[in-house]
Nanobody, 118 residues
Framework: QVQLVESGGGLVQAGGSLRLSCAASGIRFMIYTMGWYRQAPGKQRELVAAISSDGHTNYADSVKGRFTISRDNAKNTVDLEMNSLKPEDTAVYYC????????????WGQGTQVTVSS
């Protein structure tokens, strides 16, 4: 059974920082792409950042230069370091894992709330 458990969300003032962490179990972690998505009220879920099994990263334009995604294959974790937070970063953040070429292997965490006050 695949499980993704997020932690690290909370309330922060604009300009502040937060670090989200996602612990994965039930998968061969090192072969999966890991990603963070977010969904704000009334908006569609969007990709924030992703890191492939070989360490390549990609980011939404809105977070480039502010957010950093990293993975630890020994601990089966993926982190999202968020700096210079803005009120528009407020959303529920979801951890995702998927395996390239296997569309049925796409899993989500339960989400963690990030709120940035102005």
């Amino acid at each position: 059974q695949v499980q993704l458990v997020e932690s690290g969300g909370g309330l922060v003032q604009a300009g502040g920082s937060l670090r989200l962490s996602c612990a994965a179990s039930g998968i061969r972690f090192m072969i999966y792409t890991m990603g963070w998505y977010r969904q704000a009220p009334g908006k569609q879920r969007e990709l924030v950042a992703a890191i492939s099994s070989d360490g390549h990263t990609n980011y939404a334009d809105s977070v480039k230069g502010r957010f950093t995604i990293s993975r630890d294959n020994a601990k089966n974790t993926v982190d999202l370091e968020m700096n210079s937070l803005k009120p528009e970063d407020t959303a529920v953040y979801y951890c995702n894992t998927n395996r390239l070429g296997f569309p049925g292997e796409n899993y989500w965490g339960q989400g963690t709330q990030v709120t940035v006050s102005s």
